[in-house]
């Protein structure tokens, strides 16, 4: 996604009050399951002869009948993807729980997951096997209704060979199928978020559901007649919706035929003012400011069952995004982009002991941007983007950028304690005139009934930052990042209902983009591929399944992760550095079906650049900017929140209906989540002043959900 405006790439943080600069989001798993009949002695039939029933009398026979088809289970929220929907904190998104996972870290000031010291830049995400463009809404919640969740999978490092464009972590969401049932409806409310959600067969061998949602943030942030203390005067406050649309058509056991539609869209407009920092460093952005953003991609998928070792898939989908980003009295960046998509995949048993799959996918996008703007030559890892400020730049172009990749892996079943997946990957990007060969593999030994060594391995590429790779305003012949995986660890089960696992891992990256500054840019390339980096570190998570009315889990991690410019040899904390992250989740459910939850959660403050003096704003005149320290050197306070959060089923004029009250921020701790000049009191004094941006305090929340 284009975010080439530095100064507004915050967001929500550049027009949301500081009091609203949060956002939640998570995660889910799977479980299935099977009828059970059982026959005892009374149900043998009374024509046998006495010898026989007395044997079969003897042999106590219970048996287990699978009913319905195959892919039955998929119509079902696993009770895992349940239990972390409803997880503390999450206000009722189902991909909440990524914030309590062990190497996942969610930045303070809001924003998309950074994973085991990668950047947020380096995910991908999969809804049913399909790349989707984003699956966070800008200000808050994922896209994606708690009822349409089957499975989650976060793939933090050492996946395999299957997925592409990703160097840091990989998201795969599997979107349950719909149940064949009459139709029925649930409303959905609370204080952020109303929904309808609708189920039911078509016909015999088909069903569907749709999902639509509206945030209702906007009731209350009223629109302002004048700027508040910090400089900005919502006109229309942050608005979100999004819609799941799906169809399944069971054509006879072998063949299953889908529809997908998914969509969503963001939108808020606000006045920057003299105080608001951004104005304050560039009075030129001085006005209306405004983000508007939406996406939708439909997707047709076949899927063939030959028999239960044999399985082809083929997905065919279109994925269109349009952003439009407004700010001052003139500037603006527009982007839209149309992605046109086909993916294949065939597994099969080659014998007893090897299971491969064959996969090939191909992707063409088609881009147009049109942009009036400031040009900011500056990425991530720069403490100070002002300095990079360039002239005003007006540009429109169109483009074309084709992906291919294919990929093949072998599950070798070594032993019944061993197994081996090997993987070979090839991808080309076109636009960029770069070919790739990725080797993947994944080891796991079950040492002892309850001990488990599992490692992987890989090396990975992904697509340049697009700002930094497009005409005019990057370098369009700018090298791929690319990134080694390596992973070792030990998982196992301790006493009833309880398991452990301890993993360690560590990644390179390379080829990461780096800001030419601009009396070494004759050429006016912009960027190269020169910053590399590391990441390491030590996870320990403790589950404790449902059992006895309670579930819960630990997870620990340490980890250190850098970055370094290869033009200056300088190394630096990368600015999501987060070396001790602590989570404990725990759920009760009481004899009066009240479940109550809570979920705390302390870590490292996240690394910052000191503020050491200021100097004369070389733009502005009577303008200042600030004269930074060691790149990501200081660390912020540790920050600790406890969320909590209590639920109940009930009926409402004899239908199934759901209460539930949400608590974030308990303690209504203050959590220092930034440090940074002041801009506009040191434009009035021209003294140094440090301003501290804090977390929001305590935010209750209840909310309804009725099925009719």
């Not at 009374?46 to 106590?60: C, G, I, M, V």
């Not at 508040?228 to 608005?239: M, N, S, T």
């Amino acid at each position: 996604m284009y975010r080439n405006t530095v100064n507004f790439i915050n967001r929500a943080a550049s027009i949301i009050p500081k009091k609203m600069n949060w956002r939640i989001v998570g995660s889910g798993l799977i479980l299935s399951s099977v009828n059970l009949v059982y026959a005892d002695a009374n149900d043998l039939p009374a024509d046998q002869p006495p010898e026989l029933q007395k044997q079969q009398q003897k042999q106590n026979i219970e048996k287990i009948e699978v009913k319905g088809s195959r892919r039955a289970y998929y119509t079902q929220i696993t009770e895992n993807a349940e239990k972390l929907t409803n997880m503390p904190g999450s206000m009722g998104d189902p991909m909440a729980a990524i914030a309590a996972l062990p190497g996942v870290i969610i930045p303070t000031a809001g924003g998309e997951p950074a994973v085991r010291g990668s950047s947020p830049a380096d995910n991908r995400y999969y809804i049913d096997g399909m790349p989707a463009g984003y699956i966070f809404h800008e200000f808050n919640t994922s896209i994606f209704d708690a009822q349409t969740i089957q499975d989650f999978q976060l793939y933090s490092a050492g996946f395999g060979a299957e997925y592409t464009g990703a160097t840091g972590a990989v998201f795969d969401v599997r979107l349950r199928d719909p149940k064949k049932q009459d139709i029925a409806i649930t409303l959905d409310a609370s204080l952020l978020r109303a929904g309808v959600f609708v189920e039911g067969q078509v016909t015999d061998n088909s069903a569907f559901y749709l999902s639509a949602r509206q945030g209702l943030i906007q009731y209350f942030l009223p629109k302002q007649d004048e700027a508040d203390e910090d400089g900005v005067r919502i006109i229309d406050p942050p608005q979100d919706s999004d819609y799941v649309a799906k169809y399944v058509w069971d054509i006879n056991p072998r063949h299953q035929l889908s529809l997908l539609a998914v969509g969503a869209k963001d939108y808020v407009e606000a006045e920057l003012t003299d105080n608001f920092d951004m104005v304050a460093l560039n009075p030129d952005f001085a006005g209306d400011a405004k983000i508007n953003e939406g996406f939708a991609s439909q997707a047709l998928t076949w899927l063939y069952n030959a028999n239960s070792t044999s399985e082809m898939q083929w997905i065919i989908a279109r994925y269109k995004d349009e952003m439009t980003t407004e700010w001052g009295s003139d500037y603006y960046e527009s982007i839209d982009f149309i992605e046109q998509y086909i993916k294949g995949r065939y597994r099969f048993a080659l014998n007893q002991s090897h299971q491969l799959t064959l996969g090939v996918e191909h992707k063409k996008t088609d881009f147009t941007y049109d942009l009036n703007s400031i040009l900011f030559v500056c990425t991530e890892f720069d403490v100070n983007c002002q300095a990079s400020r360039r002239d005003p730049i007006r540009a429109t172009h169109s483009l074309t950028a084709k992906d291919s990749s294919a990929f093949i892996t072998d599950r070798w079943q070594i032993n019944p304690d061993m197994s081996l997946e090997t993987g070979l990957q090839a991808t080309r990007n076109h636009y960029l005139d770069e070919t790739f060969v990725h080797p993947r593999m994944a080891f796991s030994w079950h040492l002892s009934p309850n001990l488990t060594l599992l490692s992987a391995a890989g090396r990975y590429n992904r697509f340049a930052d697009i700002g930094t790779a497009l005409p005019e305003i990057g370098n369009p012949k700018i090298k791929q990042p690319v990134s080694n995986h390596y992973t070792f660890g030990f998982k196992g089960d301790f006493l009833t209902n309880w398991s452990w696992q301890v993993d360690s891992y560590y990644k390179t990256f390379d080829r990461l983009p780096t800001a030419i500054p601009e009396d070494q840019d004759a050429e006016k390339n912009y960027y190269v591929a020169q910053t590399s980096g590391t990441a390491k570190g030590v996870e320990l998570l403790i589950n404790r399944d449902r059992a006895d009315n309670w579930y819960g889990w630990m997870s620990l991690s340490y980890a250190k992760s850098d970055r370094t410019n290869n033009l200056t040899g300088q190394t630096s904390n990368y600015r999501f550095d987060t070396p001790v992250v602590f989570n404990l989740v725990g759920s009760y459910l009481l004899k009066s079906k009240w479940e109550l939850g809570f979920r705390f959660i302390a870590k490292s403050g996240e690394s910052y650049t000191q503020v050491m003096g200021i100097q004369a704003n070389p733009f502005f005149e009577d303008k200042y900017i600030g004269v930074y320290g060691d790149p990501f050197a200081k660390r912020l306070p540790v920050y600790s929140r406890l969320d909590l959060r209590a639920s109940k089923p009930f009926a409402f004029f004899g239908q199934e209906a759901k209460f539930y009250v949400d608590i974030i921020n308990a303690f209504n701790r203050k959590n220092i989540t930034g440090e940074d000049l002041d801009y506009a009191r040191v434009n009035k004094t021209g003294e140094l002043a440090i301003e501290k941006e804090q977390d929001m305090g305590i935010f209750p929340s209840i909310g309804m959900s009725v099925t009719f």
